[in-house]
């Protein structure tokens, strides 16, 4: 069975719902890792959750970066096994350089958490490959500092390496500054590495999974993580 | 901070009265000494005694088959819920703090109700904000509720525990005195109740979370009396909130709770580590003695009177079984934690405090915590009240356009969409959100444990309870239990949270002690306990009195995910029905506030026996699979529930319309409108059911009209054939949408 482990860092909110939601719906094999573990080489996709890693006071994940575990997950992800880091932990992976660009406050200053539609623009990635090229997804958001910014040649770089992986979009699937909810650079919502082994996004997946909360499309990626692990094994 | 010399005018100066201090003295069988004085004004301050309040509160029914905990008995009741499982929850006024410090008053009283709720054994769940201000006409309005949603915003999205619901009122009577009533709900199994009593001589006291420091000393005394021009001086008696230090402290004790370990937990809020020893000492009919000189500070130079009155935040205490200290150590460790093992429980009775190994406090424990004078406050009937009920409201003209006063009340603030506020608060978190904000009556939570789900409401009109306290205090205990049935729930039990103004003023009891037998009456009819709550006094500054304001947070328990039911009309061709009476005078209501400028009137017909038969007829037809959609009819009356259940249900541009005929009344229009007379629920269900629904009402004795049918993109409703409003959804939906984010903007 395909292992999962989730990261904890002390504030980190999110963790028990990507556990759960793993846990029900991907695969029984999950695992809580402590911040101070140094070993997680046995996991197949190490998930970097939500929250307020250390409160978030500095700047959001400054901190986070610092926790042992960082050292052992840049290993994990240069070896290239799976690493997927949701709101806060796509910060945390801004912030230790594991993706590039960085994260500014929302342009309304105010911290947003709702429903929005997200179009999948790279299906050719481990966490997208069973969603088509320009599935439209409805999906939450919840963080206050989920603006992205990236310099003009980063971002011609991310086009040319096809390393955008998701934007925000109306339920159509068109992308306008009307669908950006946060400010980010072309509406940027969720970016891989080169490698395309390491995903951050900033939406929820893992809120998402149970028809019943009101939408199931997060289930995508997760089954996407599962359906490349599959075959790579 | 110096010690000072124990005089009558100090003893003044701390809001004790000349009568408790002679009462201090006998119990003390000397003189108090400085420290000593402190400690008893905070525990005697109205905040935590409850001296003026008490004799009223026990009037509430606080027991029920289901209360594991009962009210009073500990820092929040538990109710049980079936398979293993119970509930802790409770609700909390912040004010005087968000009057002064708008952001750190809502964040801190965040903080401090989700220790109320963790120190039980409960995880956290669910949060919910009851608020009210003036008009956002004034700019220091719109500053304080930005301040509030912010402040509530932080503590809340940071600790990761969503805010589920709630509501705003915005009225004159508040301007100056806003009321910041925070929720906090949790869960647990029946074998991970915790209680906050301190007992077993020789076991150990230990201090954890947050350093000490001089943050919100006097904070309870301060809660205690009449906001003034000098208020802002009381800015530093505001604590500052730290949601990542809470979080850690969270994650920690429960980690705690779960090994055999502790004896007693508590949190320090409310007049902090004084409060927390003699009240554990107390309950565990034990001594207690503490070393202040090993308590974490982050302050030099503290002395004692500071150490044991400080507020500051996001810190416990708690009772370790001798012997098991490394173990609770470990713990704390791992989350970064301090721990500091600061004294031991004794078996004389006595809260005893050492500073530096000299004795500096020693009060029999018992008598602090429960001994505290209760007062029975003289209460008179205001002359505004006969005057308001006799008021004739026939010359009252009838408005112009029934479709202006429409949409008029759609952008009142108080009745507008507040997406403005809950999309600053993260609601999904811990992913149990099955009715966000902003969809139906009450806020819906599964429940990962077991396959039933919980329902949860705050509410009250503070106008009718202005109007007519007793009627006012049963119609928001009737209200907010209407609104869990609508959404497919049995009401389980109550909170309470009592915002009113100067204890001492005759006039202000009298409404006090009316709200409380209004309460009490209707907790009695719904068999709805108290489980809890919290009392806020002096609600008060120089421009007067907050209206009478008891709100009421309220549970019930769904059976199923099949019960759960929304407000919004779901297909065109569903019929539309009101169970309950059609016709409404206009006493009170939104609408006579502001279409004509007035607050007055006697308040509709309120049949408590009717109430309930409402609300049982609803919930069988919602088992029954009957209701396609159920929305109690609150302010705004009829039109405006109407209205939001063709606005409700619409994602992006798919809202659906109505068009229905009212019978032909005698009555005035607009009341038929706009009044807000209680006990009605409007429902839409499928053609094929209408019969039965039909049947089963009236064979229960409740009235019930079939008014129309749902449609597509219009609004239209007559009576007796003749048009009274005509309006595009779309039209009466961006007004309902936009109007508080254009005031905040």
Known sequence: MLRFGVVVFPGSNCDHDCFYAIKQFVSKDVEFIWHKSREIHEFDCI?????????????????????????????????????????????????????????????????????????????????????????????????????YYIDPDGLAELKRNNQIVFQYCDANGNISDNTNPNGSVENIAGICNKAGNVLGMMPHPERCCDPRLGSSDGLAVFQSILKSLTVSQ | MKEQEVTLDLVLEHGLTEEEYKLICSILGRQPNFTELGVFSVMWSEHCSYKNSRFWLKKFPTTGPRI????????????????????????????????????????????????????????????????????????????????????????????????????????????????????????????????????????????????????????????????????????????????????????ACL????????????????????????????????????????????????????????????????????????????????????????????????????????????????????????????FKEPAYYKKCKSEDLSAIAQPSSYGDILKKLLGDPTIADKRWVYEQYDHMVITNTVVAPGVSDAAVLRLKECEKLLAMKTDCNGRYCYLDPYIGGMIAVAEAARNVV??????????????????????????????????????????????????????????????????????????????????????????????GPIESGIGGSEYLAIAHGKKTGALPEFDIELEKRVQSVCLKLIRDGKIKSAHDISEGGLAVALAESCILGGVDSTALGASVDLPATSQRLDGVLFGERQSRILISVDPSDVMYVDDFAKNNNVPVYKLGTVENERLQISCSGKILIDERIADIAKVFRSELESCMS
């Open chain 2, 486 to 579: 609508c959404c497919g729930a049995k009401p389980l039990a109550i909170t309470d949270c009592l915002n009113f103004g100067n204890p001492m003023k005759e006039e202000i009891f009298w409404q006090f002690k009316n709200c409380v037998e209004g309460i009490a009456e209707a907790c009695r009819q719904f068999e709805t306990p108290v489980t809890g709550g919290n009392v806020s006094f002096y609600n008060e500054n120089p421009r007067g009195a907050v209206d009478p304001t008891p709100v009421i947070g309220i549970v019930g328990l769904i059976d199923s995910q099949d019960h759960v039911t929304t407000a919004s009309f779901k297909k065109p061709g569903d019929v539309v029905i009101l169970l």
């Open chain 1, 47 to 147: 998930v970097i959750p939500g929250g307020f890693s250390y409160g978030d006071y500095l700047r959001t994940g400054a901190i986070a970066r610092f926790s042992p575990v960082i050292g052992q997950i840049r290993e994990f992800a240069e070896s290239g096994k799976l690493v997927i880091g949701i709101c806060n932990g796509f910060q945390i992976l801004l912030e230790c350089g594991l993706l590039p660009g960085a994260m500014l406050r929302n342009t309304s200053l105010r911290f947003i958490c709702k429903y929005i539609y997200l179009k999948t623009v790279n299906s050719d990635t481990p966490f997208t490959s069973s969603m088509e090229q320009g599935r439209v997804i409805r999906i939450p958001i919840a963080h206050g500092e989920g603006n």
């Open chain 2, 68 to 251: 594991m905990v009962k009210a009073g008995d500990e820092n929040a009741g538990i109710i049980d819920i079936g398979s293993g499982l119970a509930i802790s929850f409770k609700i909390e006024s912040h004010n005087h703090p968000s009057a002064v410090e708008p952001f750190q008053g809502a964040a801190t009283g965040i903080g401090g109700i989700i220790r109320d709720i963790f120190t039980m054994g409960a995880r956290p769940i669910a949060l919910m904000d009851s608020l009210r201000f003036g008009k956002l006409s004034t700019p220091n309005v719109r500053r304080l509720l930005d301040g509030v949603v912010r402040g509530i915003s932080h503590y809340g999205n940071c600790i990761g525990i969503p805010t589920v619901g709630g509501e705003i009122y915005f009225d004159p009577t508040y301007e100056g005195n806003p009321l910041v009533n925070v929720f906090c709900l949790g869960i647990m199994r029946h074998e991970d109740m915790a209680l906050g009593r301190a007992s077993g001589v020789g076991n150990s006291v230990y201090y954890v979370g947050a350093a000490t420091g001089r943050d919100g000393i006097h904070g309870a005394t301060f809660a205690s009396e009449e906001l003034n021009e000098k208020s802002e001086e009381r800015r530093p008696s505001v604590q500052v909130g730290d949601p990542f230090m809470e979080k850690l402290l969270l994650e």
């Open chain 2, 255 to 378: 980690e705690l709770l779960q090994t055999d370990a502790v004896v007693g937990i508590q949190d320090m809020g409310a007049a902090g580590l004084t409060c927390s020893t003699c009240e554990t000492a107390s309950r565990g009919g034990a001594g207690i003695e503490i070393e202040l000189a090993k308590v974490p500070q982050r302050e030099k130079g503290m002395i004692p009177y500071e150490i044991l009155l400080s507020e500051s935040q996001e810190r416990m205490l708690v009772i370790v079984k001798k012997g098991r200290e490394e173990e609770v150590e470990a713990i704390f460790n791992k989350w970064d934690l301090h721990a500091a093992n600061i004294g031991h429980v004794t078996d004389d009775g006595m809260m005893r405090v050492l500073f530096n190994g000299q004795k500096v406090v020693e009060i029999p424990a018992k008598q602090l915590a429960e001994d505290a004078p209760i007062y029975q406050r003289e």
